[in-house]
């Protein structure tokens, strides 16, 4: 058990560890709410997750390099209204186009920040503090006081998150979550396996060192923002189909959640470390425990979002404390293989 | 005094003359004394809070759940009068709830040592939660006459009570700040962590009193809310935490610790406060509204740079700037 403690990487132990908790979940709660474990939970949390994890997957590249997006729920309501006025003038437009449309406006938003926080160098946290406020504007100013309704929008639009894809008995893979589930395992394989993607990594582990060892720290940076906002806008676009009617108010909050949902899933709030698979169980998570507690007639549904908080709570204390042991178990195991190498002549006392 | 003219305080002081020359001279109504009043009057919560964040954010923490813990504080104060206790009772129990949630903030921080950002983003999702249970989807209102007197009337000609507790609050912070070694304490941490501990200050301990205070002083600000509205609800101050943080920031405190002053502050609470005013007499919407206090906060930063090269110097420099 120790050497398997030891051998796996932290992060890969990370996202055991909440793989755990998320079964313990479900199975608490199908010990408590009737008709629990079944089919239609996997397709109610699959298809309402998706929206949550593509944010948290932009949130927690942008996480990675030491920098924090708060502007991304805005930026969702944004393109959501924005592509949804756009459909409904011209019902026609070739769905990739609109999608294409909604991911460019969402980069457009992101490479605001990106200039900002990477190039005038003020702190992420100021400038998305402030775009949060100002992209809001823009929709308000952009919508006139109006809203989408679902009944503006083609079929096609109302009806794509929905779509069964495969189906195994009860569980339906819909389409929404399988464009989820693509966006990360994508966005995933490319911060593990490819060489562009990895300098995120050394940007956040230590943009000094990464400057020195000739990476473009500033470009980095910015692309961590425009990736995140196209991301936004494709959440943007997903947000439209599922719910069809748009406000004002769309998307309000994201900016918190999809932090919550990364640093469950196990991303460093200081940066370099973290993945986004981990986002993403950290994201169903979050989308779990509010649909259960909804349902679990013992407390009252008002409860989930305590509930929330004293999770993220506990998880990222037992994260610190976990870490701690973990870094002092190997420091000594090192340092034992250190003393036996340098006196292999006489026993140790 | 030319130093004092060219800090930060002085460009502030010059943009909030150009605002309220502009008001008077554009804006109908806006010089009037009810008007001024109400100008305070609509903000005075988050202003209250944002003092005591200028003593977080210069410690080089943050505190996002204050907006959470005047909804709390509200909620229990909404419940425990609901459920039949004197209103007279029920406020030193909601001052302790206060307290004890900024502890259950700073004991995560200081003594576990997790980040600020990350605590007190998971209990701004945890103290609401808590708020909505009390009160669930309810609102809860006919408060006693004296309470919502308190939060509506003037207390002495027609400035409210809470605009006095603005002002004494200010002044002792002030004080504390500015003038104590508490306050050194504060920046001394803020520039460097590690060296304040070696240097001898119990920086848990420290830490752990800023957060009991913003604690404190949340609950109070949603006992004041309270009695301003005369109701409560489950969302009362929901989002507030950034716009009190956006005080603070373009008040010229650094978001990394160390520099800053509550008269910073103070200007940035009545350009914002007098800016907003003189949009709502001009029919511009709220959230238009909040657009252009976030241009004004990126701005702060930007024209920071532009004029004051020393502003990237080493912290340590501008934490001596008084």
Redesign the interface.
């Known amino acids: 058990m120790g050497r398997l403690f030891s051998r796996l990487s932290p992060q890969a132990l990370r996202v055991l560890g909440l793989l755990l908790v998320l079964s313990a979940v479900v199975l608490f709660f199908s010990t408590q709410i009737p008709n629990y474990l079944n089919g239609r939970l996997f397709n109610r949390i699959s298809s309402s997750v998706a929206i949550l994890a593509i944010i948290a997957t932009g949130q927690a590249l942008v996480i990675l390099t030491r920098n924090i997006d708060l502007s991304i729920g805005s930026v969702v309501g944004f393109t959501a209204f924005a592509t949804g006025s756009l459909i409904s003038n011209h019902p026609d437009m070739a769905p990739v186009l609109l999608v294409l449309c909604a991911m460019v406006m969402g980069a457009a938003f992101g490479a605001i920040n990106g200039v900002l926080v990477a190039y005038v160098k003020i702190p992420a946290i100021i400038v998305t503090l402030a775009t949060l406020a100002l992209f809001r504007s823009f929709l308000v100013e952009f919508s006139n006081a109006k809203s989408i309704t679902s009944s503006e929008l083609p079929q096609w639009l109302v009806t794509f998150p929905n779509t069964v894809l495969l189906r195994f008995g009860q569980f339906q893979l819909r389409a929404g979550f399988v464009v989820a589930v693509i966006v990360v395992i994508i966005v995933h394989i490319a911060l593990t396996r490819l060489r562009p993607a990895r300098k995120f990594y050394a940007v956040g582990s230590n943009p000094e060192a990464a400057r020195m060892a000739g990476i473009n720290v500033k470009a980095t940076v910015f692309a961590a923002f425009v990736i995140a906002g196209a991301l936004a806008g494709l959440a943007g676009f997903m947000y439209l189909a599922r719910f069809g009617n748009i406000t004002v108010v769309a998307g309000l909050g994201f900016e918190l959640k999809s932090v919550a949902a990364s640093v469950l899933g196990g991303v460093n709030i200081f940066g370099g470390s973290g993945t986004v698979l981990g986002a993403l169980v950290g994201a169903v998570l979050v989308d779990l425990l509010d649909t259960s507690l909804v349902r679990w007639d013992l407390v009252s549904e008002f409860s989930r979002e305590a509930v929330l908080g004293a999770l993220i709570l506990l998880s990222v204390t037992a994260d610190a404390v976990l870490m701690r042991r973990l870094l002092n178990i190997r420091m000594a195991r090192d340092k034992k293989r250190a003393q036996d190498a340098s006196t292999t002549e006489g026993p140790e006392p | 005094m030319m130093q004092k003219l060219r800090s930060w305080e002085g460009l502030l002081a010059f943009a909030l003359l150009l605002i309220i020359l502009y008001n008077t001279a554009f804006v109908p109504q806006y010089f009037t004394v009810s008007n001024q009043i109400n100008l305070f009057h609509l903000s005075i919560e988050k202003i209250i809070v944002a003092l005591v964040m200028t003593f977080i954010i210069i410690n080089a923490a ?1 505190d996002l759940s204050v907006g959470s813990i005047m909804g709390l504080a509200a909620c229990a104060f909404g419940f425990l009068f609901q459920s039949g206790m004197p209103a007279g009772l029920a406020i030193p129990i909601v001052m302790v709830i206060g307290g004890l949630a900024g502890a259950l903030n700073g004991y ?1 921080i200081a003594h ?4 600020s ?3 007190t ?10 708020a ?2 009390l009160v ?2 309810r609102s809860i209102t006919d408060f006693p006459d004296w309470f919502d007197a308190l939060g509506q009337l003037g207390l002495i000609g027609p400035i409210p009570f809470a605009f006095f507790a603005f002002i004494f609050l200010f002044l002792v912070l002030f004080v504390v700040l500015h003038k104590s070694a508490f306050g050194r304490k504060t920046y001394a941490i803020g520039i460097n962590h590690d060296v304040a501990h070696f240097a001898g200050i119990d920086t848990a301990a420290h830490t752990m009193k800023l957060f009991v205070a913003s604690g404190l002083v949340a609950a109070f600000a949603g006992l004041l809310y309270a009695a301003r509205v005369g109701a409560v609800r ?1 969302d009362v101050a929901l989002g507030f935490e ?1 716009d009190i ?2 005080l603070v ?1 373009l008040g010229g405190v650094s ?2 610790g160390g520099s800053g002053t509550l008269v910073g502050t103070l200007m940035a609470v009545l350009i914002v406060l007098n800016l907003r005013n003189g949009m709502a007499l001009m029919n511009i ?1 709220g ?9 004004l ?2 701005g702060s ?2 024209v920071a ?1 532009l004029r004051l090269p020393a502003f990237l110097a080493p912290k340590a420099i501008q934490g001596r700037t008084q």
Do not use: K, M, N, S
Not at chain 2, 112 to 115: I, M, R, T
Not at chain 2, 287 to 295: D, N
């Open positions: 943050i995560f576990v040592g997790l980040p950002l990350v605590v983003l998971a209990t701004l999702i945890g103290y609401r939660g808590l909505r249970v669930e989807d489950g950034l943080i956006t920031l978001i990394f919407t959230h238009i509204q909040t657009g252009v206090i976030g241009v906060l990126i930063v930007v740079r």
